[in-house]
C-alpha cells in the first residue's frame, strides 16, 4: 500500500546572508541576493510533497496519517502513542508520521530524531523507505540549524537513492547537501554537489538557480551567467531566477541588464516579496546607462 504523500517543509536555508566579495563591485556588499542562504523564517515551512513510501497498513497510524495536516499535535500524540510497541514495518510507519506531524508543528530536531527512528526500523534491503526516511531526516536538520547532522543524514541517503536509481530523490539529496556544505563553509564541495543534482534533474530549475547563486558569490561570472540563463530558461516566471540575473549582470558591469531583470521581477507580481526586493534594488541604481552603454549608476548607499 502506498502512503499518500506527505508534506514536508524543505529548508531552503535560514540565517544571515553573507556579503558578496567587497572588492567584485560596488554592489556586492549592498545587493546580496543569498538564494542559498535566505532570512526568509518562513522558508523552513515552505512544504513540498515527499516522496511516497510503500509500507503496511496499520490501524494505530492509519487515522494520524489521514490527519497530520488537518491536527498535527493529535497525530503527533497518536504516532508517539503507536511507536512505543510498534515493532518492524509498523515502526517505520509509525515513525515516519510521527516524524511529519512534528515538521508541521516546526519541532525541527524531535522530526529529525522520529525519521531516523523509522529510518533504522527498516529493513537493510529496503533501501527504497531507508533513502527516502534519511532525506527528511536531513531535511529536518537543515530546519533545525544543524548542517553537521543533516549531512551525516543524507550521505548514507543518497547511497541508498542511487541503489534504487531514482534520479528525482538524487537530485533532490545533492541540492540539500548543497545547501549544508555552505552552511559549513565547504563552497567547492557544495559546488560538486550541484554539479550531481544538475546531472540527476538537468531540468531542475533550482538546481541550476543555486548553481548560478554559487558560482557568483566564487566570483565565477561568467559561469554564473550561463547557469542563471539555464534557469531562466527552464522557468522564465521565478522571480528569485530574475534577482538573482539582475545580481550577476550588476556584478557583470551591465546595468542594462539588471534593470531589466528587476523591472520584469515588478511585471510579475507587484505586490509579492521578490517585487519588493526588486524594487529596493531598482531604487539604488542611479541615472539610466548611457548611450555608449557605459554603466553610470552611482553606487547605492550603505
Known amino acids: 500500500m502506498s502512503l499518500l504523500p506527505l508534506l514536508l517543509p524543505l529548508m531552503a536555508q535560514v540565517g544571515p546572508a553573507s556579503a558578496l566579495p567587497s572588492n567584485a563591485n560596488p554592489y556586492a ?57 510498534a515493532i518492524g514495518r509498523e515502526r517505520v510507519r509509525a515513525g515516519l508520521c510521527l516524524g511529519a506531524a512534528l515538521s508541521d508543528l516546526g519541532r525541527w530536531d524531535e522530526a529529525r530524531g522520529a525519521f531516523v527512528t523509522a529510518r533504522d526500523a527498516a529493513d537493510a534491503a529496503d533501501h527504497a523507505s531507508r533513502a527516502r526516511l534519511g532525506a527528511m531526516a536531513g531535511n529536518a536538520a537543515l530546519a533545525a540549524g544543524q548542517a553537521g547532522q543533516a549531512l551525516a543524514l543524507l550521505g548514507p541517503a543518497a547511497t541508498d537513492a542511487k541503489i534504487i536509481g531514482d534520479a528525482e530523490l538524487t537530485g ?106 526588486a524594487k529596493q534594488y531598482l531604487s539604488q541604481l542611479g541615472p539610466d546607462t548611457d548611450k555608449s552603454g557605459a554603466t553610470t549608476a552611482k553606487a547605492p548607499k550603505p
Not at 523552513?44 to 498535527?72: F, H, I
Not at 564541495?189 to 538557480?209: F, K, M, S
Not at 534557469?231 to 550588476?250: C, F, H, K, T, Y
Open 29 to 85: 556588499s549592498s545587493l546580496p541576493i543569498e538564494i542559498i542562504e535566505k532570512k526568509d523564517a518562513e522558508a523552513a515551512k515552505r512544504a513540498r510533497a515527499a516522496q511516497n513510501v510503500t509500507l503496511p497498513a496499520s490501524r494505530n497510524t492509519a487515522g494520524c496519517m489521514s490527519a497530520v495536516e488537518a491536527n498535527p499535535e493529535r497525530s503527533a500524540e497518536l504516532a508517539q502513542s503507536a511507536l512505543g510497541d
Open 172 to 277: 533532490s539529496i545533492a541540492l540539500d547537501r548543497a545547501r549544508a556544505l555552505v552552511a559549513v563553509k565547504q563552497p567547492d564541495e557544495a559546488a560538486a554537489a550541484l554539479a550531481e543534482a544538475r546531472t540527476a534533474q538537468p531540468d531542475n530549475a533550482q538546481a541550476w538557480l543555486l548553481s548560478a547563486t554559487l558560482s557568483r558569490r566564487q566570483e565565477k561570472l561568467s559561469q554564473a551567467q550561463t547557469q542563471i540563463e539555464k534557469a531562466a530558461s527552464l522557468a522564465p516566471q521565478d522571480p528569485e531566477i530574475g534577482l538573482e540575473a539582475g545580481v550577476i549582470a550588476m556584478l557583470s558591469g551591465n546595468e542594462t541588464a539588471a534593470r531589466r531583470s528587476w523591472t520584469s521581477v515588478l511585471a510579475a507580481g507587484a505586490g509579492s516579496d521578490a517585487a519588493v526586493t
